[in-house]
Structures are given as structure tokens and as C-alpha cells.
Nanobody
Framework: VQLQASGGGLVQAGDSLRLSCTASRRLFSNNAMGWFRQGAGKEREFVAAIGWNGGRTNYANSVKGRFTISRDNAKNALYLQMNSLKSEDTAVYFC?????????????????WGQGTQVTVSS
């Protein structure tokens, strides 16, 4: 397994969760990382992206100001801090490794995907 996401769970609206994703050094080094999500019956959508050195980030408008993406290159780890969760944040969250040092918000710019972790927010 090259990408492993964890940290999902069942929370109430307004709560916080922190997702983690560990990756092999080969995938993590020098590449962008991103978080995507897919709700039941919905298309997969972009959540957040971070450049290879953490210096550039991008967020979907729906999560901007509530979610924070970060990475620890020494640990080959990616994080998504999710605050003020809403019921519409309910989805399976996937971490992905990008093809480039910064891969932006297009899923086709990511070529390795983790298995996903379920986040359920009850209202």
C-alpha cells in the first residue's frame, strides 16, 4: 500500500476532525499532495492541494476558511484539519499524490490514490 488515509469518523456538525495520510517516500518526495472527496451518489470533487514543500496551497471554495492542508516531509505524512464541519462535508475522503511539484485541483494531475476514509457529519 503506497497511500494510507485515516482519521475519519462520525461527528456532529460544528466538530473537528483531522485526517492523516501516509505515503511511501518515493511518492511523497518532490510531489504535490491533495485531498479529494466523494459523497454518496456524487462525483469526486477537489478539496485541497499542497505543493511539494508546503509553500503553496489551494482549497475548494466550499471548505476555504474551515479546512487546512499541511504536510510533514520528514514523516512522509499529509494532513487535513477540518473544523466547523457541516453535514455537506459527509463523504469518503481520499488522499492523492500528484504528478508534479504542484498539481492543483485537477484529479487527472494525481496519479496515485489512497483507499479513502469515511467522514460522516450529523446535523
Amino acid at each position: 500500500v503506497q497511500l494510507q488515509a485515516s482519521g475519519g469518523g462520525l461527528v456532529q456538525a460544528g466538530d473537528s476532525l483531522r485526517l492523516s495520510c501516509t505515503a511511501s517516500r518515493r511518492l511523497f518526495s518532490n510531489n504535490a499532495m491533495g485531498w479529494f472527496r466523494q459523497g454518496a451518489g456524487k462525483e469526486r470533487e477537489f478539496v485541497a492541494a499542497i505543493g511539494w514543500n508546503g509553500g503553496r496551497t489551494n482549497y475548494a471554495n466550499s471548505v476555504k476558511g474551515r479546512f487546512t492542508i499541511s504536510r510533514d516531509n520528514a514523516k512522509n505524512a499529509l494532513y487535513l484539519q477540518m473544523n466547523s464541519l457541516k453535514s455537506e462535508d459527509t463523504a469518503v475522503y481520499f488522499c492523492a499524490a500528484g504528478r508534479f511539484p504542484y498539481s492543483g485541483n485537477y484529479s487527472h494531475n494525481y496519479n496515485y490514490w489512497g483507499q479513502g476514509t469515511q467522514v460522516t457529519v450529523s446535523s
